[in-house]
């Protein structure tokens, strides 16, 4: 079933939040003042916010290394994000965790990891307690074409199944691991065929269209929802920037050609999702160039709140390590 | 006092906390049947749904313990120390590190007990005695109950405590019986051991040895043959090696003047070291001799019952390290 309106305009000002969020990174990485890697979500929008709108709040996400899209894409501030990558007080983490860990739990964030698939057992067992407190939140997890030959996916995929965990596999296969081709690393023509093996729902999906993404999740929610169990999808997406920020090494090997990166920018997100809004009369293209001037403005003010925010103290070196603190030896 | 062995403890614990608290779950391989004998009746007591039967897959069940303790549960993971080598991206990459590295958002209460099976011709494969590997990972709480009261009450405090927690079952105490005291003859009507407390195993005066899971056995042996020479040993059960009651342990060896430490992991950065550092560091000008340390020797755990009895501490080689302090 196709979103309503109001569901169809978030999705569109949250990629638009997603591409200038990443945008800004790209530039202050460039100047230097973002240190460290970063991994741009760039291309990959429809993704996390098709995938992201079809949940509730209280239901849970986890995510990788590319973190920035997935807490944008569920609510997550836009100040505390480039707070967090600037390795401010004022972030997420208070800067201890930094770009490959923009997670905000308070949107029903439960981490995002830096080690490729470790995140999938936590979402399996997110749904675990869901069933057995008795209640209805459901859990996705994101993961890339390279996470899904991790043990960790197959083993959560048929625990899942087995104990008909309401949770959501979500694959965005952006068809590099770093700079390794899915076709050279998976053995199946694509990562959802391997559903069957799992005795679960296997969907292809268009990952550059987020209705299309928000509808074959809707259909997994509602079957997770409902006690049958879990699905994956497979998105298929594409990367438009490198892998990382900072590795530019990578960017002079000749692992895939422009003309393949110029084709799949022809197939940019936001403009098919900014054309399917505005082609069935549900916006203007002048209500979509005033939208994301307002989201020009709130990146702003997010760079500002960023760079404005203090540094940690030393002291906060040993902070936030126990629930029930503990002598430091 | 009542006794019961060792197991029958962890047992009364697990059920008195699934009683006490219903987010409180069992997970592990085989635990309906409870092959290892500290599971037996509970799923009849709590249902399939809180005694959870896993697949082979620890790098799944363990994540998935940890992924439920996000989310408001408080699941006990039974495993064995060998097989935490397969599940230990889950361990190490989040358990350990999820609370700090996301800032404190994250709240992991989820507890691995473990059986450390050694010296009964298991081979390299089962004969782990790994928790100085966790113990060089912050984020981990351990804990090495060496009887059945400690291991009663610990796993109760672990099972409430709000961070990750692995219980060590030393495979040699573990059918060790032990009084434990009835509920109600508890002043607060129950069992539970406070993490960072030492126990004085017994007071002496002449050296101190710190016996570090099976380790204390040893030590309480050694001190046996010890005093009929007429020498006062006091025995240390760190019971918590982090938190680590260093405290206690400088005191004894202020008043000891030597330091032995009994521990049957392999020597190499284990419990063992840290311990003698940490009393090089801080207590040096107590000592009277070299600080000795008696742990497993750095080689892998071979089957034969010609060799593998050579690899770890015994009680003999304490007093020999003993009396090396005294000469």
């Given amino acids: 079933m196709p979103p309503d309106r109001d569901t169809l305009m978030l999705m569109l000002e949250r990629m638009y939040r997603i591409r200038l969020f990443e945008e800004t990174v790209i530039e202050i990485h460039s100047t230097g003042e973002l240190q460290g890697p ?102 996705l997890v994101f993961f890339g074409d390279g996470a899904s030959n991790q043990g960790a996916c197959h083993e959560s995929m048929n625990l899942a199944s087995l104990w008909n965990l309401p949770v959501i596999f979500l694959c965005e296969n952006n ?62 997406t594409y990367r438009f920037e490198d892998h990382s920020l900072g590795l530019d090494r990578i960017r002079k090997s000749a692992y895939r050609s422009e003309e393949e990166v110029e084709e799949w920018r022809k197939r940019d997100p936001l403009d098919i999702h900014e054309e399917a809004l505005i082609s069935t009369g549900v916006a203007t293209r002048e ?8 989201v020009v403005v709130l990146v702003a003010e997010a760079l500002e709140f960023a760079r404005e925010s203090p540094y940690p103290e030393p ?5 936030d390590m126990w629930a029930d603190p503990i002598p430091a030896p | 006092m009542p006794e019961m062995t060792y197991v029958a403890a962890i047992a009364e614990a697990t059920r008195e906390e699934m009683e006490r608290d219903e987010s409180v779950y069992l997970m592990g391989e085989d635990i309906r049947q409870s092959v290892y004998g500290a599971s037996a009746g509970l799923v009849d007591l709590f249902g399939e749904d809180r005694v959870i039967d896993t697949p082979l897959s620890e790098s799944g069940f363990f994540g998935a313990a940890i992924g439920s303790s996000l989310v408001g549960q408080r699941p006990i993971v039974e495993t064995v120390t060998s097989f935490f080598w397969v599940g230990m991206d889950q361990m190490i990459s989040q358990a350990s590190k999820m609370r700090y590295m996301f800032g404190g958002q994250a709240t992991l209460p989820v507890t691995w007990r473990a059986r450390m099976f050694y010296a009964r011709g298991a081979a390299a494969h089962h004969s782990d005695r790994n928790y100085p590997v966790f113990m060089n990972c912050p984020g981990i709480k351990i804990i090495c ?36 005291p009835a509920n109600e003859d508890l002043p607060n009507g129950e069992l539970l051991v406070p993490f960072g407390e030492a ?129």
């Fill in chain 1, 38 to 139: 970063a991994h741009p979500y760039i291309g990959e929008e429809a993704v996390a916010v098709g995938a992201c709108a079809a949940l509730r709040d209280t239901d849970y996400i986890a995510g990788n290394h590319r973190s920035h899209g997935h807490p944008i894409a569920k609510g997550g501030d836009l100040k505390r994000a480039l707070a967090e990558l600037l390795g401010k007080q004022g972030g997420y983490c208070h800067g201890k965790g930094g770009s490959m860990h923009l997670a905000d739990f308070s949107v029903g964030i439960l981490g995002e990891s830096g080690i490729v698939a470790s995140s999938v057992p936590i979402a399996t067992g997110a749904a675990l307690a869901s069933k057995q407190q008795g209640k209805d939140f459901v859990s």
């Fill in chain 1, 175 to 236: 068809q590099y691991a770093i700079t390794t081709s899915y076709k050279n690393s998976v053995s199946v023509d694509h990562v959802s065929d391997r559903a069957p093996a799992y005795n679960m729902p296997g969907v292809l999906v268009d990952g550059q269209d987020a209705i299309a993404v928000y509808e074959a999740v809707t259909v997994a929610v509602q079957r997770a929802r409902a006690g049958e169990g879990p699905t994956l999808i497979e998105a298929l």
């Fill in chain 1, 287 to 294: 209500e979509c160039d005033a939208m994301k001037s307002d």
């Fill in chain 1, 315 to 319: 002291s906060d070196l040993f902070e």
């Fill in chain 2, 145 to 180: 109950p060496t009887n059945p009261y400690d291991a009663k009450g610990l796993l109760k405090t672990a099972v409430r405590d709000n961070d990750p927690c692995i219980l060590f079952e030393d495979g040699i105490a573990i059918s060790s019986r032990g009084e434990v």
């Fill in chain 2, 199 to 327: 126990r004085i195993v017994r007071e002496g005066t002449d050296v101190t040895v710190v016996g570090v899971a099976g380790g204390v056995a040893h030590a309480e042996a050694a001190a046996d043959v010890m005093a009929q020479e007429g020498v006062s040993v006091e025995v240390i059960d760190p019971r918590t090696l982090v938190p680590l009651d260093k405290k206690t342990i400088l005191k004894s060896v202020e008043k000891t003047g030597r330091l032995v430490i009994a521990d049957p992991a392999h020597k190499v950065c284990s419990a063992a070291s840290e311990i003698a550092s940490i009393v090089a560091e801080e207590g040096f000008w107590s000592l009277q001799a070299p600080i000795m340390k008696v742990a497993s020797e750095q080689v892998n755990i071979p089957y034969s019952p010609a060799l593998e009895p050579l690899v770890y501490p015994t009680p003999e080689r304490v007093v020999a390290a003993i009396r090396e302090t005294l000469s």
